[in-house]
């Protein structure tokens, strides 16, 4: 019996010499996840404001162009499709690159909407956060639940981490 008690002292020994090494590292992790869970600091938010507010000037400035290539700048029409000396095919050229024209003023349009969505939740205090992490972190990326800010800087609208995006395209 003496000898199961010094064997449960030994065992019961090591754990708390592993907790005693550990404990410095465990404050490092909480510390790390409590400034995640705040969130980017007031600068880091300012700098993706800047990135999101050049890309929104950008994409107005080229729907200007498709609006203006699309309709007739003196008179406010769209371009007419009607020319006594065009042949069919070319009727048909010209409605084809209208189409794409409209096309491409579509994407612009989604693509601004989802910059200004980015410009909302920075002023509500939530951009940079993964929407599938910000509730239960999954720990697939480094900085989980915040999206990583090189994802941010090349993709501002960005909603979800490139671990989580991934995962979604599989399905």
């Known amino acids: 019996m003496a000898k199961k008690a010094a064997k449960k002292k030994t065992v019961k020994a090591k754990p708390a010499r592993a907790k005693k090494s550990a404990a410095p590292k465990l404050k490092k992790i909480s510390a790390l996840k409590k400034k995640l869970s705040k969130g980017y600091s007031a600068k880091e938010l300012a700098h993706f404001r800047e990135i999101i507010l050049e890309k929104r000037k950008e994409i107005l400035e080229e729907l200007t162009i498709l609006k203006e290539s699309m309709m007739d700048v003196t008179t406010g029409e769209y371009s007419s499709e009607n020319s006594m000396y065009s042949t069919h095919m070319e009727q048909g050229t010209d409605a084809m690159e209208r189409e794409k024209t409209f096309l491409f003023a579509s994407r612009e ?53 490139v671990e989580c995006k991934n995962l979604k395209q599989k399905f």
């Open 109 to 161: 349009g989604k693509f601004l909407n989802y910059l200004d969505d980015a410009l909302r939740r920075i002023e509500k205090g939530t951009y940079g956060f993964c929407l599938d992490c910000i509730d239960e972190p999954k720990g697939l990326c480094k900085t989980c639940p915040l999206i990583p800010i090189e994802r941010l800087e090349a993709v501002p609208h960005a909603q979800l981490c």
